[in-house]
């Protein structure tokens, strides 16, 4: 099939992706104003210490129940947000919410709250501002926020994102490096920008497998961050003895369904209740196999 574009050229459409861009239009369509008609809502998913397996914060991921598409998860509509100028509003929203959230969890604990940014916002001259402005909003201190962004939002315009990234810092948030080893030319991008956190994409981390040594790279991004002296998170950790070995190999941190799925904020708090109060310091969200 042919049709013409805006621009009165012939664009051929695979019937694969005519049916995406009817797709994308149609999530496009209900996506304005969604902020506003309160359809957005976050869960939170643990990150606990590896050594001891304490809760150590949360990362905040958004959740859209669209009232006439359903549940759409955040791989689809992130995207389409990104390209219909809408992700400044929703990331906007994120950021009031996350650190109201922690904020609102401070006496339970000395947690972190981590925010997705999406690459296209690094250059925008809005993130640093709504960064700010959420955490005075809040009474948060910028140490527990922690914002990830991903590789691919470095390599397009490096200089405004290097200086977005250093502006971000100087308010004293924690920044990490989300997926990292998924991108290009990670070693550039330490060099050049100053992060927190790398964060081992669950690709990798899916890898390893029982009665083996760990993966090259995951050995690898493990050893460069303690180089570096980065603290070193696992993604997507659904196995104990991806858990053990990756404690073994003194990875710092790690989430994954093992230990927690993206929990409803009620469920969060309940957790962090739970650990703020029991006697004899805080319990292992799971405990700790015996040797
Ligand atoms: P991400 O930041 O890398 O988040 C990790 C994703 O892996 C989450 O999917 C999480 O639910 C999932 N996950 C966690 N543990 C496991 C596990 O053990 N096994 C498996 N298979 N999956 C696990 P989710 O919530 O669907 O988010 C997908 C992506 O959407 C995120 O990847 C992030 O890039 C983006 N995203 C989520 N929330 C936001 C947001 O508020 N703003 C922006 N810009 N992007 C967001
Ligand atoms: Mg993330
Ligand atoms: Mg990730
Ligand atoms: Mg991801």
Known sequence: AAELDGRNRVRRFEPGMRAAAQAARELEQELH??????????????????ADRRLTGFEALLRWDSPRLGPVGPDRFVPVAEAAGLIDEI??????????????????????????????????????GCVAAALAGSGLPAGALVLEVTETALVGDPERAAACLGALRALGVRLALDDFGTGYSSLA??????????????????????GEPLP???????????????EVLAEGVEHEHQARLLAEGRCDTAQGYLFARPLERCDAEALLLEQATARGGVPAIVPLPRA
């Open 33 to 50: 104003g969604a902020v506003a008609r309160g359809e957005f809502r976050l869960v939170y998913q643990p990150v606990v210490a590896l």
């Open 91 to 128: 990331t906007g929203w994120v950021l009031r919410e996350a650190c109201a959230t922690a904020a609102a969890w401070r006496h339970l604990g000395d947690t972190t709250m981590a925010v997705n940014v999406s690459a296209s916002q690094l250059t925008s001259p809005d993130l640093v």
């Open 189 to 210: 991008h330490l060099r050049q920008f100053t992060v927190d956190v790398l964060k081992v994409d669950r690709s990798f981390v899916g890898a390893i497998a029982e």
């Open 216 to 230: 090259a790279i995951v050995r690898g991004t493990i050893d460069l961050g303690r180089t570096l002296g980065l």
